[in-house]
Every structure is written in structure tokens, then in C-alpha cells.
Nanobody, 117 residues
Framework: QVQLVESGGGLVQPGGSLRLSCVASRGDYTLAWYRQAPGKQRELVAAHGVGGVTKYADIVKGRFTISRDNTKNTVVLQMNDLKPEDSAVYYC??????????????WGPGTQVTVSS
């Protein structure tokens, strides 16, 4: 079992930045951020393996950065140059095979990100 606690999110204007944090109860899983907008499927945004390998969705490359602090079992998603289409509920996810394309089994409750003027 892995418990995930998210923080961050909120309302920001287009072009602005937000920082999402997720603290995991254990540090031996890949941690990732997914997002789901109304009427759309949940999609992978970024993932960070225990050993340092990262993976990004093409639509966020160059704008979002995922980082990890293994001493605190924390993963941070820094989101810059936000666009209205980035608006969604963002979920932290933990799993063994996320970097291989499989969604992890453990989810946080989600945090809302709204990009609007």
C-alpha cells in the first residue's frame, strides 16, 4: 500500500506558473502526475522513477519539470507557461511500471488546476 498526499494547484492566469507536490508513504515506487479534464480521459503528464529516469507527455515538454526528493519521498511538478488547456484535476500516482506505460495502482485524491484570465 502507498498513501499519496498532494498539495498545490489553484487558479492561475495563462502564462503563469504553479507547483504541485506529492508526498508518498514509501519511496520505492515510480511517482507520476496524471490529469483529467472534464469529458476527457485521464492522461499521463510526467513521471519520475526512483533511479532518476523521467518521462513527459509531448504536450508539456519544455514547460513542465518533474523532480524528486528521495529523502522525503516527494515528487514535485513545476508547471510554467500554463495554458487554458492545462486546466484539469491533477492526480499523483504510484506504481512499478509507469515508465513502461502502465498506470500505477495507487492514487492521490487529486488537486484542481484552473488556467483562466
Amino acid at each position: 500500500q502507498v498513501q499519496l498526499v498532494e498539495s498545490g494547484g489553484g487558479l492561475v492566469q495563462p502564462g503563469g506558473s504553479l507547483r504541485l507536490s506529492c508526498v508518498a508513504s514509501r519511496g520505492d515506487y515510480t511517482l507520476a502526475w496524471y490529469r483529467q479534464a472534464p469529458g476527457k480521459q485521464r492522461e499521463l503528464v510526467a513521471a519520475h522513477g526512483v533511479g532518476g529516469v523521467t518521462k513527459y507527455a509531448d504536450i508539456v515538454k519544455g514547460r513542465f519539470t518533474i523532480s524528486r526528493d528521495n529523502t522525503k519521498n516527494t515528487v514535485v511538478l513545476q508547471m510554467n507557461d500554463l495554458k487554458p488547456e492545462d486546466s484539469a484535476v491533477y492526480y499523483c500516482n504510484a506504481g512499478r511500471a509507469i515508465l513502461a506505460g502502465a498506470t500505477g495502482s495507487y492514487w492521490g485524491p487529486g488537486t484542481q488546476v484552473t488556467v483562466s484570465s
